[in-house]
């Protein structure tokens, strides 16, 4: 009766701690699934935030821009906007810009910006500043 006892006791102990390690083992590989699924969500919110980054940084570029363009020019020749349409006739007008006075500055009128500066000697930025618009602007008030 004795050894009946203790085989049962064995066989119960046995029992017990192996149920005790295939729950640890079970835990670990949970734990291992999260941090890797941790690591997972870290990567990828590393790339957000590198996309949230750039984005920003063209997004200060782009009311720099406009306010180039948007700034009132009066002088001796009477006031005319500085605006993006405007631009576009004027360089329409120089024979630089074919394409449609929509207000819209693009790839076509960045250009056209960039070739009437070189053919007028100015610095060719793409930027409508003081010296291109005193330049531009007798184009706008032709017809």
């Known amino acids: 009766m004795f050894r009946l006892l203790v085989i049962a006791v064995i066989i119960s102990f046995l029992s017990i701690t192996g ?3 295939a729950r640890k083992e ?7 699934q999260f941090q890797m699924e941790i690591a997972r969500l870290r990567s990828e919110l590393q790339q957000k935030d ?4 750039l984005l920003e940084e063209r997004l200060q570029e782009v009311p720099r821009r ?11 020749q009477g006031s005319a906007m500085k605006t993006p349409r405007n631009i576009q006739l004027a360089l329409k007008r120089a024979n630089f ?6 207000g819209k500055v693009g790839e076509k009128t960045k ?3 960039k070739d009437f500066q070189k ?3 100015l610095p060719a930025d793409g930027v409508v500043g003081k010296e291109t618009w005193s330049k531009l602007k ?3 008030n032709e017809k």
């Open 138 to 140: 007798p184009y706008l």
């Open 26 to 32: 079970t835990r670990n590989t949970q734990i291992q």
């Open 111 to 113: 250009k056209a910006i």
């Open 50 to 53: 590198t996309e949230i980054d």
């Open 97 to 102: 810009y074919n394409g449609p006075a929509d």
């Open 19 to 21: 149920c005790a390690s």
């Open 119 to 121: 053919a007028n000697g």
């Open 66 to 76: 406009q306010a180039v363009y948007a700034k009132q020019d009066k002088g001796a």
